[in-house]
């Protein structure tokens, strides 16, 4: 029964404050929400941009393309060689005669005449890599064979500026989340300390008659952590709509990037965001409370 009247009266004393400081409140939930807005933009990009990376690297591969004097059976050769380079996937050899056919169905047979009776392409190999970021390397080693002619190969640099985009975006992202955070924690550091002076008196009075020194600071830390928990709650809505409508619109027109729309993944996010904010509420209200409430 004690228990529950000291419950009682810490959840009456967090509702005063939570009203007499309201304007305040506002504004240590407002700063908080931006920032942890900021912040799960910023993973959300940060996750999306990685998809979109790992879809175009997986369709990175390698065209060796032979000399055109070598026979289709040392072309035949040089693949099981491809194949034992480190690094190498799968290979697939591609004889001049199929793709002579390819490229008249791509040409809608536009080629014919031009052709002639000799193919001029050459035979070939598609390689499939593990690593795209070994590419060049491969690449390399590959064109250093004996009757290889040359090789081919895209998407790499598109790759590294999408990581290298991605790369900066954690930066700012990081500097703009420390700065709004810091802000956030102040004005819950500063909305307890508010508090605590306007009770310093009936704080002093609770101590003379035996008040512990947590039952006096409980209200004042668990008024950090509801403001805390209220930026966070509103940061994740505003996020969750948000992001829902900007996804469903992007799919309308550009069905082929693969973002991010996993319930499991938004919720994990969602969850971090909540926890975030709960830690910034608690550590908000224990810097005024160990700095200004002298009990």
């Known amino acids: 029964m004690l228990l529950l009247r000291q419950a009682y009266y810490i959840f009456q004393e967090v509702g005063r404050s939570l009203i007499r400081n309201s304007l305040l409140n506002f504004a240590a939930v ?6 942890l807005f900021v912040l799960g933009v910023g993973v959300l990009l940060v996750i999306n941009t990685n998809e979109i990376a790992k879809t175009i690297e997986s369709d990175i591969e390698i065209m060796v393309f032979m000399e055109q004097n070598l026979t289709e059976e040392d072309a035949l050769a040089l693949e099981p060689v491809i194949d034992r380079i480190s690094g190498v996937q799968e290979t697939t050899f591609i004889p001049r005669d199929e793709a002579l056919k390819s490229l008249m169905k791509q040409l809608g047979g536009e080629v014919d005449e031009s052709v002639g009776e000799e193919n001029p392409l050459p035979d070939a190999i598609k390689v499939k890599i593990s690593d795209p970021r070994e590419v060049n390397a491969i690449a390399a080693e590959i064109e250093d064979l004996p009757g290889v002619e040359s090789v081919r190969y895209g998407g ?3 790759v590294k500026k999408l990581f290298s985009l991605t790369n900066w975006v954690r930066i700012i992202g990081l500097l703009l989340i420390t700065l709004l955070g810091l802000c956030g924690i102040f004005l819950i550091a500063t909305t307890t300390r508010l508090t605590i002076f306007a009770r310093r008196r009936e704080i002093n009075i609770m101590k003379y008659v ?6 006096v600071r409980w209200p004042f830390l668990l008024e950090g952590i509801i403001l805390g928990f209220f930026g966070a709650l509103l940061a994740v809505g505003v996020l969750y709509f948000s992001y829902g409508a900007l996804i469903a619109k992007i799919q309308e027109t550009l069905t082929f990037l693969p973002l991010v729309n996993s319930s499991a993944v938004l919720f994990r996010i969602f969850e971090g965001l909540l926890a975030i904010g709960i830690v910034m509420g608690a550590v908000g209200s224990t810097i005024s409370v ?6």
Do not use: P
């Open 30 to 35: 407002g700063t908080t929400a931006i920032s």
């Open 156 to 158: 790499q640099d598109f």
């Open 210 to 215: 035996g008040a512990t020194d947590w039952f």
């Open 290 to 295: 160990r700095r200004y409430l002298r009990v």
